[in-house]
């Protein structure tokens, strides 16, 4: 059974920083590509920064040059530095991750969410 468990959301005053993690738990797991995405209330859940296993990076044109996406393959963890936080990145931020499972299917699997809420 495969389970992505997130952390690192919380409450900062804008300008300040965060930092989330999601790490990957299970036997026989093979991680492809991972990402976050997050959904503000009363929106549609949207990327945000994508990696993929051999390190390339992409992100959503309104956190370009204030977050950044990074991976510890060892570990199986994504992490999410966020920086200059403005009030409109308050929302739930999920990670996912595209896993092999002992060398047969692959499917998406999602975190729980965590929240952050940025103060103006």
């Known amino acids: 059974q495969v389970h992505l468990v997130e952390s690192g959301g919380g409450l900062v005053q804008a300008g300040g920083s965060l930092r989330l993690s999601c790490a990957a738990s299970g036997s026989g797991l093979r991680i492809g590509a991972m990402g976050w995405y997050r959904q503000a209330p009363g929106k549609q859940r949207e990327l945000v920064a994508l990696i993929t296993s051999g390190g390339s990076t992409n992100y959503a044109d309104s956190v370009k040059g204030r977050f950044t996406i990074s991976r510890d393959n060892a570990k199986k963890t994504v992490y999410l530095q966020m920086n200059n936080l403005k009030p409109e990145d308050t929302a739930v931020y999920y990670c996912?991750?595209?896993?092999?499972?002992?060398?047969?299917?692959?499917?998406?699997?999602w975190g729980q969410g965590t929240q952050v809420t940025v103060s103006s």
């Open positions: 996912n991750a595209e896993i092999t499972l002992y060398g047969l299917a692959t499917n998406v699997y």
